[in-house]
């Protein structure tokens, strides 16, 4: 069965440090992956996508960055991070094509408070 | 972009059937219709998805009127643990480079009480 992983849980930064989450899938190949923000009492957000290693696609302009170094592995950066950039980060899977890419698996998601 | 409404939120109790309801009119040809359910703190978990008439599995049920312009959540007996927000997505094309998404809005918050 596929899994998705996501570290950390929990993270508090100060305002212009840099930011990496990792997000990693088992049991698939070929996935799409997705990066998604929530903020509080709000819907998500998708920030990047990928169909592909090094395939990355950003939906919002901003000071985050997203890389895909192998097919199962989605990181999420910022190299100084803004009060802003708070939320719930979610990453999630899908199988390519339609409408398996409507059926998205997310991970447990990290919590980030910048200060 | 196909637009989903749905209500804000929902009030019921243990052992009710729940139907959540959400309309989008401007859905195209070929989107289909998602639906996930978010609780507190975690990653929202697919329920279920169709395309037109009816789709059934063992969490709930999906009614998609012939015009597709809206579509029909079924939860049958809910529990407490039903509790939850309810999103209902249409996929659309409009990727940046191409692709599909799925757009979240702020979905239905169900309430399930005793």
């Known amino acids: 069965s596929q899994t998705i992983h996501q570290w950390p849980a929990t993270l508090v930064q100060p305002v212009g440090s840099p930011l990496s989450l990792e997000c990693t899938v088992e049991?698939?190949?070929?996935?799409?992956l997705y990066w998604y923000r929530q903020a509080a009492g709000r819907g998500l957000q998708l920030l990047f996508y990928?169909?592909?290693?090094?395939?990355i696609s950003s939906e919002v302009p901003q000071n985050l960055s997203a890389s895909r170094p192998q097919d199962r592995q989605f990181i999420l950066s910022s190299k100084k991070l803004l009060l802003s950039d708070s939320g719930f980060y979610l990453c999630?899977?899908?199988?390519?094509?339609?409408?398996?890419?409507?059926?998205?698996?997310f991970g447990p998601g990290t919590r980030l408070t910048v200060t | 972009l196909a637009k989903t409404t749905q209500p804000i939120s929902m009030d019921s109790y243990e052992g009710q059937e729940v139907n959540i309801t959400c309309s989008h009119n401007?859905?195209?040809?070929?989107?289909?219709i998602t639906w996930y359910q978010q609780f507190p703190s975690q990653g929202p978990r697919f329920i279920i998805q169709?395309?037109?008439t009816k789709v059934t599995n063992e969490v709930a049920s999906l009614f998609i009127p012939a015009d597709r312009k809206s579509s029909t959540l079924s939860l049958p007996r809910v529990s407490l643990s039903d509790t939850a927000v309810y999103y209902c997505?249409?996929?659309?094309?409009?990727?940046?480079?191409?692709?599909?998404?799925?757009?979240f809005g702020t979905g239905t918050q169900l309430k399930v009480e005793l």
């Open positions: 990928s169909v592909g290693i090094g395939q």
């Open positions: 401007n859905i195209a040809t070929n989107d289909y």
């Open positions: 169709g395309y037109k």
């Open positions: 049991g698939t190949s070929n996935p799409n």
């Open positions: 997505l249409v996929g659309d094309e409009g990727l940046t480079g191409g692709g599909n998404k799925l757009t």
């Open positions: 999630a899977w899908s199988e390519q094509g339609v409408p398996s890419v409507y059926e998205q698996y």
